[in-house]
């Protein structure tokens, strides 16, 4: 297996010189538009295999890097963990490593970029890749949803670029060409692009109907000027955005998870540590420590939220949403600039995210969710279908809905509330078990005392009912409208014509009171009403089967 | 938007709107209960075969369980396993209209679910080992929804199933033809 990579490896080299020099040359030549073409041409007319800049090796090191980080931050705490607890020979074990690794990553990185090769036949986007695990993509110019250029911060000295081919089909075929030179990237966009447009023309034609999203299929045609700027964010609006936004929260929940599972391996240290540093200068009385404790809580925190901050200024610098021909066009990043454009008929629904510390700011976060993936973005790999939209005011919000929802008064909105029943319900199912299950042993062992669990669940019942206030629903039979939330809430809006499908699910409780728990699929992920009355229910799953089956309209 | 366009449950009938909620659902299969009865019964094999050698190798001590009488204690399940699969099955049933497919299924939480036919993305038919025994398959619908079947209609008789699939798949426009 390996010699045969290896060998593969050998021929290809030769391959690579004669291969990149016209399409360098091309680039070298042609500052201007008109000239840019000639570094297409020999892509488009070769029937030869095309390679990515040797630069391109950067890039496989810095994703197998960005993977291993994401996938296992558990390895890394064990990283952290041969740092502080191996005696003498810790750091001959970490550059033992650390060497292993650099080889590791170099041999990978060689061997990933000598076995990605691309071409343009036709109508499709062939590529080959992979070392062990070799694959062969056909992506089909009609089936690319989107081609998203990206220019991370070690491609810059370079001149080059990382293209990202999206298509509407499951994420196994989203395809990243990393280091193609910046003017044959904008024209082989340039060129998916327009020639998906041609196939839908001819197509629509064929079938004698009239092509109204062609202006809105070629994104490089449309000149942006000022005033289709929707929303501009300054560095202020950043900061915002990072005090205001959960993930950071997110990230110190998981982590304080994985440092309680490791709990016995540092729990000895830590105790070491308070003895030496701690105790020495504040000694032991229990409310001193207690004090330095929340202290030292307050300051990690204060911490998290400087890292959210830069976190969010590095990621959301000058960000820009414009809106233009039926298209959003968003660019933002500080070491990477990314623009990427968003046609609005694969806008599946909105999302506007007010957690409790943006209430705080009077600020909401726009979300707009597609369908699929939108590569070349670092900060989506987890949840890269939405396009976030930091720190909008009210106005700014109310704007961005008319914008993707036309038809909607969003000012006029009043949401139904769903039945009282789901606090019981709520109460009964999600937090007595527990309370019970905790409380019976207790009971058996400490007598009355034991008991004390049962109080639980009337500790929950406020916040409980704060979430059923928070739900809510409306819909002016075209587009909807939910609402959830604890402290903050969480609106999606939505056009019914966009919905995959409908569920309702019935208690024997919801069914003795008229009620239903509505799920409506969507391709940008399922929204839920709980505790619906029955005939608002019935009402909208008929609605939203009448107006997607009647709806001739692109839905994606 | 318009007056009409209004929405509330009035407007909603006064449009004639076809309602969901009057479709009558076909059952699938009889035989489906018996084949979740053997699924349960395999499954359930496992733990009785453990539970046997635990009890024979006398690491058990108990007043309540004695004597061979002990051996008989998972039989207390089975009946509940074949029981489970019949109200499951019973509970279980598909309905086809000229623009959507329906399930319904759930013994204590009832779910009716509709797919229309212009947005399911591919169907895929898929016979286990018992299913195919018993000449069944597996009905799956997706949606670009999301990574799982959106809608399974288990236990069809095979030509039915083929028929449905056919039949939804010329409905869904035929535009995805890869799978």
Redesign the interface.
């Known amino acids: 297996m390996f010699s045969n990579a290896r060998g593969r490896a050998m021929t290809t080299t030769e391959e690579v010189a004669s291969e990149q020099s016209p399409a360098e040359s091309g680039v070298a030549n042609s500052p201007f538009e008109g000239q840019a073409a000639a570094s297409l041409a020999p892509v488009l007319n070769s029937k030869d295999w095309q390679r990515l800049s040797p630069l391109a090796v950067i890039h496989f090191i810095v994703k197998f890097v960005m993977d291993f980080v994401q996938g296992g931050v558990q390895n890394l705490a064990f990283l952290g963990g041969i740092v502080v607890f191996t005696g003498d020979s810790r750091w001959l074990i970490l550059a033992g490593a650390g060497l292993l690794a650099v080889i590791l990553l170099l041999t990978a990185g060689v061997l990933s970029y000598l076995n990605f090769k691309f071409r343009i036949d036709g109508d499709a986007f062939l590529i080959r890749k992979g070392v062990i695990q070799k694959s062969r993509l056909t992506l089909t110019f009609d089936r690319i949803q989107n081609v998203a250029l990206g220019q991370p911060l070690y491609f810059m000295p370079f001149g080059l670029v990382t293209l990202a081919l999206e298509s509407a089909g499951s994420s196994g075929e989203e395809v990243k060409l990393a280091g193609i030179a910046e003017p044959l990237a904008r024209d082989i966009r340039h060129h998916v692009l327009s020639q998906r447009r041609t196939a839908r023309h001819t197509a629509a034609k064929r079938a004698g109907a009239e092509v109204s999203s062609a202006t809105s299929e070629t994104p490089d045609l449309t000149e942006l000027t000022d005033a289709d700027v929707l929303v501009a964010q300054p560095l202020s609006e950043l900061v915002r955005y990072g005090l205001s936004n959960n993930n950071i929260w997110v990230v110190a929940g998981v982590a304080t998870g994985a440092l309680f599972q490791q709990y016995d391996s540092w729990e000895p240290y830590a105790i070491d540590f308070v003895d030496q540093n701690v105790t020495p200068f504040l000694g032991d009385a229990p409310a001193v420590l207690a004090f330095a404790a929340l202290a030292g809580v307050l300051v990690v925190a204060a911490f998290l939220m400087l890292c959210s901050v830069i976190g969010a200024i590095v990621v959301f610098y000058r960000f820009k949403l414009s809106h233009a021909d039926g298209r959003f066009f968003r660019k933002k990043g500080l070491f990477e600039r990314q623009e990427t454009s968003l046609p609005d008929t694969k806008i599946q629904s909105l999302r506007l995210n007010q957690p409790w510390p943006a209430l705080l700011l009077r600020r909401v976060h726009g979300g707009i969710k597609q369908v699929g993936f939108s590569g070349s973005n670092v900060e989506n790999t987890s949840k890269d279908t939405t396009l976030i939209i930091p720190s909008l005011t009210g106005g700014l919000a109310a704007r961005l809905v008319q914008k993707v929802f036309p038809g909607l008064q969003w000012d006029g909105i009043t949401f139904a509330p769903i039945d009282p029943l789901f606090v019981t319900k709520t109460l009964t199912y999600g937090f007595l078990p527990p309370a019970l299950l905790a409380a019976v042993p207790l009971l058996y062992f400490l007598g009355a005392v034991g008991a004390l669990p049962l109080l639980f669940p009337l500790m929950v019942l406020p916040l409980v009912i704060l979430r059923w206030r928070r739900y809510g629903y409306f819909s002016d039979g075209q587009s909807a409208v939910v609402r959830s939330g604890l402290f903050g809430t969480k609106r999606t809006v939505f056009a019914f014509f966009k919905a995959q499908g409908v569920s309702l699910t019935q208690s024997p409780s919801q069914r003795k009171r008229s009620l239903a728990t509505l799920t409506i699929l969507l391709a940008g992920g399922n929204v839920t009403v709980p505790f619906m009355p029955l005939a608002d229910a019935e009402a909208w799953r008929d609605r939203i089967l009448y107006e997607v089956e009647t709806s001739t309209q692109p839905w994606m | 938007?318009t007056a009409d366009?209004?929405?509330s449950?009035d407007?909603?009938r006064l449009?004639d709107?076809?309602?969901?909620?009057a479709v009558s659902f076909d059952p699938v299969s009889r035989r489906y209960g018996l084949i979740l009865g053997t699924t349960g019964f395999l499954i359930w094999l496992i733990p009785a075969a453990v539970w046997s050698g635990i009890y024979a190798s006398g690491r058990i001590e108990s007043s309540v369980i004695t004597g061979p009488a002990g051996f008989l204690l998972p039989l207390v399940i089975l009946p509940f396993l074949i029981l489970g699969g019949m109200l499951i099955a019973r509970a279980t049933g598909f309905a086809l209209r000229e623009?959507?497919v329906h399930l319904k299924n759930?013994v204590?939480?009832?779910?009716?679910?509709?797919?229309?036919?212009?947005?399911i993305q591919h169907v895929e038919m898929e016979r286990g080992p018992i299913e195919r025994y018993f000449k069944l398959a597996t009905l799956k619908f997706y949606?670009?929804?999301?990574?799982s079947a959106?809608?399974k209609i288990p236990s069809l008789p095979l030509e039915d199933a083929a028929r449905i699939k056919t039949y939804v798949l010329q409905r869904a426009g035929a535009r995805h033809d890869?799978d």
């Open positions: 938007m366009t209004e929405f449950n407007a909603v449009m709107m076809p309602n969901a909620s623009q959507d759930g204590i939480w009832q779910t009716r679910t509709a797919l229309p036919f212009n947005r949606t670009a929804g999301g990574g959106d809608m890869h």
